[in-house]
C-alpha cells in the first residue's frame, strides 16, 4: 500500500502501509515530535501527524521513498519552501545585498554597512528567513545588522527587544541613538516601578505615533515565567496556572501575578534576544530561573506568525553544539518540539545506567545538520568577511606541545608564597594562610582556590556572620587576595616596555597602546587596579559592581584618544556587548572554565 502524506490544518498527515516496520520508520521522522490520532473507537492508529517542515518533508523520501505519494496542497507548499531555501542561499552567497528602505530611510546606517558589505547580505538574510539566529562571531556588528532588518522589513510599532543588563542600558540605546535617531527607544532600568512606568510610555508612545518604531528594552528577567502556566488571558488580570501533585496525584490550579503582564499581553511585531545564549541554551539540566526564562521567552507573542523572531549571539552553542535545541525550539516551537529525539537524531548517547551523556554529532548526520541550519542561522567568521583584518596572534607557548589544541600562554613560576598555599591546597583541600586556614569544601571549590593561588597569594578577614539556624553571631571567613603575584610582576614589565607604565628612571614611553586585562575575580581585578593606580598607572575598572553610568564612561574614555590605557574588566561582565576595539592586546589571568565566555 502506498504511503500518503498531506496537509491537513496545520499538520501533515501520513496515511498508509508500507510493511511491518511502518511504525518504526514514521518515529524516525524526527527534529519534530511525530504524533498519532487513534479511530473513533479506539482500536488502531488511523494516521501520523508532523509539523509542516521542509526538512520533514525530505524525511519522508528518506524512508518511503517510491512508496510515498505527496498531496496537492502539500506538494504545492513544499514546491514554495524550496524556492524559499534556494532563495536565502543565494542571499547567502551573495558579496551585498540592495536595502533600499535602509538606504532610504535610515542613511547613516546604510553608510555604516556599505563599508562592511557582509552586514547588508545579514540583514536580508534576517527579513527573508523571518525567524533566525543571528550567530556572526564578535565584532561584526550584529546589532546593526538587526536594526537595518527591521528597517528593510518596514517594522512599525512594538518591538521587544530582550537583553543582558549592561545592553539594557548601554549598548542598545547607544546604537539605535547613533543609527536610527527618528526611532523611539524605552530602556526598562531601575527598581520595579521605574520600569513599569517606562513600559506605560512605552504604550502611551505607541498609541501617540503608532507609524513608528518603539523599541521596548528589558533584561531577561523580566520575561521570567511560572514554567506551570496552562493560560495567558488577554484581559486585565492574573494567568492562570496549573500543576499535578506528584504524591497525591491530584490537579492543583492558581493564578500567577507577573509584574510586567504586557510582556506577554502585546502582540509584538518584532522580538529580538540578544546574547540568546544566556536564555536560550538547552541541555540535559538546566537552572531553574535559566528553564523560567525559557518558558517566559516561549509565551511572548508575536501579532504576526510571520513576525520577526531574532535570536542574536556570537557564542550560540555554549562550546556544545546540542545546546542550539533551545534557540531552535524558540524561533521554531512548531517544529522543534522533542528535545531528545531530536538529540537522538543527530548526536551519539551514552547510557551509564544514571544517565544520558550526549557525545558528538554523529557522522552520517553531519551534513543534515548543518543543511538543517541554512535557513535558521547566519554564522560569519571575521577571516571570512574581514579579510584585511590581521590574525589574532597567541604569544607565549602550548601547555603541552604533543598535544593538538594545548592550552596556550605564557607560564609563569609561583612565587615561593603562592606555591606553599598552592601545594596545601592540592594536599589537603585546604592551605594554612597567615591569619587562618582555608578550606576548600568539594572539588570546585577546591580548583577555584588554585586557580585563586596560580594569580596571587591571600589571607582571611575574620568577621561575623548571622546564623539562623544556631540563631547566633558565628565567625565568618572571607579569602582576600593580596601579593606577592607573579602574574602582577610580569604584568608590570610588560606595560613598562609598552610605554604604558613608568620605567625605573620614572619615565613613560611614547606608544599610545592600549590593553584590555580580564579575570573572573572580581577582588583580583580590584586588587591589581589599585596597585596600578598606587605606581602611577590610571586605569579603567568594569566588574558586577560598576554602575551603567561609569560602564558608559570608561567605555566612551577607552574608545577615544588619551586617558588611561588599561581596562581592567571581569570576564563575566565585559564579555557582553561592550565594544573596546581601541585596544592593542587582551590579556587573560585565568582561564574560565567554559572557553566561549573569552571568545
Excluded at 70 to 75: C, V
Amino acid at each position: 500500500m502506498a504511503i500518503t502524506v498531506e496537509i491537513v490544518g496545520k499538520r501533515i498527515e501520513l496515511r498508509g502501509w508500507d510493511g511491518p516496520d511502518t511504525s518504526a520508520r514514521c518515529k524516525q521522522i524526527v527534529g519534530a515530535r511525530a504524533r498519532w490520532n487513534r479511530r473513533p473507537d479506539g482500536d488502531k492508529f488511523d494516521c501520523w501527524t508532523y509539523p509542516i517542515d521542509y526538512t520533514v518533508c525530505l524525511q519522508f523520501r528518506q524512508q518511503f521513498g517510491d512508496a510515498l505519494v505527496i498531496g496537492p496542497a502539500l506538494s504545492k507548499w513544499a514546491r514554495s519552501a524550496k524556492q524559499k531555501r534556494e532563495k536565502l542561499n543565494t542571499t547567502l552567497s551573495a558579496a551585498e545585498f540592495d536595502l533600499p528602505r535602509v538606504t532610504g530611510l535610515a542613511p547613516q546606517l546604510a553608510a555604516a554597512m556599505s563599508a562592511r558589505k557582509y552586514q547588508q547580505v545579514g540583514a536580508a538574510f534576517l527579513t527573508q528567513a523571518r525567524r533566525a539566529l543571528m550567530a556572526d562571531e564578535p565584532g561584526l556588528g550584529k546589532t546593526l545588522q538587526v536594526m537595518a532588518a527591521a528597517v528593510q522589513d518596514d517594522v512599525k510599532g512594538e518591538i521587544l527587544v530582550l537583553a543582558p543588563s549592561q545592553a539594557v542600558q548601554i549598548t542598545w540605546p547607544d546604537e539605535l541613538r547613533r543609527w536610527l535617531p527618528e526611532d523611539r527607544f524605552y530602556p526598562a532600568v531601575g527598581d520595579r516601578a521605574k520600569r513599569t512606568r517606562v513600559i506605560e510610555a512605552f504604550k502611551a508612545g505607541l498609541e501617540a505615533e503608532p507609524d513608528r518604531r518603539h523599541w521596548l528594552i528589558c533584561n531577561y528577567e523580566m520575561a521570567r515565567a511560572n514554567t506551570k502556566l496552562t493560560k495567558l488571558t488577554p484581559e486585565p488580570g492574573p494567568f492562570k496556572w496549573s500543576s499535578v501533585d506528584k504524591k497525591t496525584k491530584k490537579t492543583i490550579n492558581g493564578n500567577w501575578h507577573h509584574p510586567y503582564a504586557d510582556l506577554f499581553r502585546i502582540g509584538w511585531k518584532m522580538i529580538v534576544a540578544d546574547e540568546s545564549h544566556k536564555a536560550l541554551v538547552a541541555s540535559t539540566s538546566v537552572k531553574v530561573n535559566q528553564s523560567q526564562t525559557r518558558a517566559g521567552l516561549g509565551m511572548l507573542r508575536i501579532a504576526d506568525e510571520n513576525g520577526l523572531r531574532i535570536p542574536m549571539s556570537g557564542t550560540p552553542f555554549k562550546g556544545k553544539l546540542y545546546k542550539l535545541w533551545g534557540t531552535l525550539n524558540w524561533m521554531r516551537p512548531d517544529h522543534y518540539t522533542s528535545y531528545w529525539n531530536w538529540v537522538n537524531r543527530f548526536f551519539e548517547t551514552f547510557d551509564d545506567g544514571y544517565s544520558t551523556t550526549i557525545g558528538k554529532l554523529r557522522p552520517e548526520m553531519e551534513a543534515a545538520f548543518y543543511a538543517e541550519l541554512d535557513t535558521l542561522m547566519i554564522r560569519r567568521k571575521k577571516r571570512e568577511v574581514v579579510p584585511e583584518l590581521p590574525p589574532k596572534e597567541y604569544p607565549g607557548r602550548p601547555l603541552d606541545s604533543d598535544e593538538p589544541g594545548s592550552l596556550h600562554g605564557i607560564w609563569l613560576e609561583m612565587s615561593p608564597k603562592q606555591a606553599k598555599f598552592y601545594g596545601e591546597m592540592v594536599k589537603n583541600a585546604e592551605a594554612k594562610l597567615d591569619s587562618g586556614t582555608l578550606m576548600a569544601v568539594g572539588g570546585l571549590a577546591e580548583l577555584t582556590r588554585l586557580k585563586q593561588f596560580a594569580i596571587c597569594a591571600g589571607d582571611i578577614e575574620i568577621g561575623e556572620k548571622y546564623d539562623a539556624d544556631l540563631d547566633m553571631m558565628v565567625p565568618d571567613l572571607k579569602y582576600i587576595p593580596g601579593f606577592p603575584s607573579n602574574k602582577f610582576d610580569w604584568l608590570w614589565e610588560w606595560l613598562v616596555e609598552r610605554g604604558i607604565a613608568p620605567d625605573e628612571d620614572g619615565e613613560y614611553g611614547d606608544a599610545d597602546t592600549k590593553v584590555v586585562i580580564a579575570s573572573q575575580f572580581t577582588q583580583i581585578i580590584n586588587l591589581y587596579a589599585a596597585e596600578l593606580e598606587r605606581r602611577g598607572v590610571p586605569v579603567h575598572v568594569l566588574t558586577g559592581e560598576t554602575s551603567a553610568g561609569r560602564r558608559r564612561k570608561a567605555k566612551e574614555a577607552f574608545q577615544s584618544d588619551g586617558g588611561p590605557r588599561v581596562f581592567l574588566l571581569n570576564t563575566e561582565a565585559g564579555g557582553v556587548s561592550l565594544t573596546l576595539d581601541a585596544a592593542d592586546d587582551l590579556i587573560f589571568l585565568d582561564e574560565k572554565w567554559v572557553p566561549d565566555d573569552q571568545t
